[in-house]
T-cell receptor, first 114, second 113 residues
Framework: DTGVSQDPRHKITKRGQNVTFRCDPI?????LYWYRQTLGQGPEFLTY????????KSRLLSDRFSAERPKGSFSTLEIQRTEQGDSAMYLC????????????FGQGTRLTVV | DQQVKQNSPSLSVQEGRISILNCDYT??????FLWYKKYPAEGPTFLIS?????DKNEDGRFTVFLNKSAKHLSLHIVPSQPGDSAVYFC????????????FGDGTTLTVKP
């Protein structure tokens, strides 16, 4: 069990550019979650997958955001035409998905839009 | 409208004493509650949880209490240790999906030696 892995750890991009983040969940976990955290606040739910199906998206996830989980393994989160307000920590988590089981979080990708 | 609130942004206690972190929620649909701990530059780490059918859950030095009528939960750490210094997040879930949680803004606990 190597834990949830996120890449990159840090990303600085210019406003208007597209960025993509990757998350590798714990291998036996079938649920995968994306959260966003800004300074001084708790994580905010963005979306989650059960296997390869995206089952729920938050209203926070604007049309510029898209997430995929092909083959039900790793996931990517893409932000198009980044804005300064997108600057945040993007956290990925996974869980076994059966019953009440907690989520295991990765270390996050810190995005800075300049 | 924040559905999970941690009204104390920070708490400082002496080593060996009890730390009590509080959390209030507004959504009656929440039926599972979790506490996560977060160190700088790391993701949140699960600490302890409680379902709405219980009013107390204990794990070593950590105990979570749930008062459903008051929509309030608390985390007790006793005795507190300097290594407990971290940000503690209260989170609430519904519909057996504990991974999809609504988080509070956290309480920074400092345990002084």
């Amino acid at each position: 069990d190597t834990g949830v892995s996120q890449d990159p750890r840090h990303k600085i991009t210019k406003r208007g550019q597209n960025v993509t983040f990757r998350c590798d969940p714990i291998s036996e976990h079938n649920r995968l979650y994306w959260y966003r955290q800004t300074l001084g606040q708790g994580p905010e739910f963005l979306t989650y997958f059960q296997n390869e199906a995206q089952l729920e998206k938050s209203r926070l996830l604007s049309d510029r955001f898209s997430a995929e989980r092909p083959k039900g393994s790793f996931s990517t989160l893409e932000i198009q035409r980044t804005e300064q307000g997108d600057s945040a920590m993007y956290l990925c988590a996974s869980s076994r998905g059966q019953g009440w089981t907690e989520a295991f979080f990765g270390q996050g990708t810190r995005l800075t839009v300049v | 409208d924040q559905q999970v609130k941690q009204n104390s942004p920070s708490l400082s206690v002496q080593e060996g004493r009890i730390s009590i972190l509080n959390c209030d929620y507004t959504n009656s649909m929440f039926d599972y509650f979790l506490w996560y701990k977060k160190y700088p530059a790391e993701g949140p780490t699960f600490l302890i949880s409680i379902s709405s059918i219980k009013d107390k859950n204990e794990d070593g030095r950590f105990t979570v209490f749930l008062n459903k009528s008051a929509k309030h939960l608390s985390l007790h750490i006793v005795p507190s240790q300097p290594g407990d210094s971290a940000v503690y997040f209260c989170a609430a879930s519904a519909n057996t999906n504990a991974g999809k949680s609504t988080f509070g803004d956290g309480t920074t606990l400092t345990v002084k030696p």
